[in-house]
């Protein structure tokens, strides 16, 4: 089991960044997606998710309207559009995959957006 994300980096308040999860190892197609993030000295969060055929999403109340979470089954990838970015979405940025009724639970190794002029 695999989840690779790519995308992050270094970007200035009031910009954009698209995150990627690519998964291999299992059906992607089964399992719901989530994004988490963790900042230095904070507790992981959750960002965002989406159910496994992508019908359905939720959003943490501090990224609402600025996030897009989405997936393409077709590719076994999911992921994160970020906009108008603050200082304080900076963080690591992790990958989840979540089987609701397996309780199989993987996770990527994280990539890093830092928000900062």
């Known amino acids: 089991v695999q989840l690779v994300e790519s995308g992050g980096g270094l970007v200035q308040p009031g910009g954009s960044l698209r995150l990627s999860c690519a998964a291999s190892g299992f059906t992607f197609s089964n399992y719901n997606m989530n994004w988490y993030r963790q900042a230095p000295g904070k507790e992981r969060e959750l960002v965002a998710r989406i159910t496994s055929g992508g019908g359905s999403t939720n959003y943490a109340d501090s990224v609402k309207g600025r996030f897009t979470i989405s997936r393409d089954n077709a590719k076994n990838t999911v992921y994160l559009q970020m906009n108008s970015l603050k200082a304080e979405d900076t963080a690591v940025y992790y990958c989840?995959?979540?089987?609701?009724?397996?309780?199989?639970?993987?996770w990527g190794q994280g990539t890093q957006v830092t928000v900062s002029s």
């Open positions: 989840n995959a979540f089987h609701r009724f397996l309780g199989n639970n993987y």
